[in-house]
């Protein structure tokens, strides 16, 4: 299985709604990451998790709350976003010792209104 | 800033023939470069990558080239096939605090014209 998956594929929410992305993985992969995309722009990393543990975090608002339940989940908890967060939510995994080359999962279309 | 640029957001290559994808960094401590290739609706796939200790890495029909001293990396893919239509991305990595980070380019969109 070389397959990362995310769900839900779309969400529209509300900026007062709590809502959450999940991301799964059965590689064996120790690392995971959250990265988001705006139109025609680049992934930008926001978290990585090394064992299970949160190793970087690029300065993203609270308001984005990542966990990391076990090795094979990833989430990420949204409350109160704004209308300039909706975008592409992907998510990432990889091997601690070769952490350049993640496996994407095919993203999470997030619209806040 | 954007330390990684891909300066053309498209590109259009006969079937058959050669793709050539640029891209130029910045950052002197990037020490590992990639390629992502993404279809829509799909997120991005690994398809080449070179250490910055070497010149070339070859893989069936993609080749990647870095050239150090003037911070760019460039994509060969020939020859080209419709399938390899799609937004590809260069990627680059360094070392932040022991973990490694990405940074992607803007992309590329290529287009195999049969």
């Known amino acids: 299985d070389t397959e990362v998956t995310q769900t839900p594929k779309h969400l529209v929410m509300g900026m007062t709604n709590k809502k959450s992305l999940k991301c799964e993985q059965h590689?064996?992969?120790?690392?995971m990451y959250w990265y988001k995309q705006k139109a025609k722009k680049p992934p930008e990393l926001m978290f990585v998790y090394s064992y299970e543990k949160l190793s970087i975090n690029e300065s993203v608002p609270s308001r984005f709350s990542p966990e990391c339940p076990n090795s094979s989940l990833l989430n990420l908890h949204l409350h109160a976003l704004q209308p300039e967060d909706s975008a592409l939510y992907l998510c990432?995994?990889?091997?601690?010792?070769?952490?350049?080359?993640?496996?994407f999962g095919p993203g999470t279309r997030l619209t806040v209104l | 800033d954007q330390q990684v640029k891909q300066n053309s957001p498209s590109l259009s290559v006969q079937e058959g023939r050669i793709s050539i994808l640029n891209c130029d960094y910045t950052n002197s401590m990037f020490d590992y470069f990639l390629w992502y290739k993404k279809y829509p609706a799909e997120g991005p796939t690994f398809l080449i990558s070179?250490?910055?200790?070497?010149d070339k890495n070859e893989d069936g029909r993609f080749t990647v080239f870095l050239n150090k001293s003037a911070k760019h990396l460039s994509l060969h893919i020939v020859p080209s096939q419709p399938g390899d239509s799609a937004v590809y991305f260069c990627a680059a990595s360094a070392k932040d605090f022991g973990n490694e980070k990405l940074t992607f380019g803007t992309g590329t969109r290529l287009t195999i014209i049969p």
């Open positions: 590689m064996g992969h120790r690392a």
């Open positions: 070179i250490s910055s200790i070497k």
């Open positions: 990432a995994s990889s091997q601690i010792e070769l952490a350049n080359e993640q496996f």
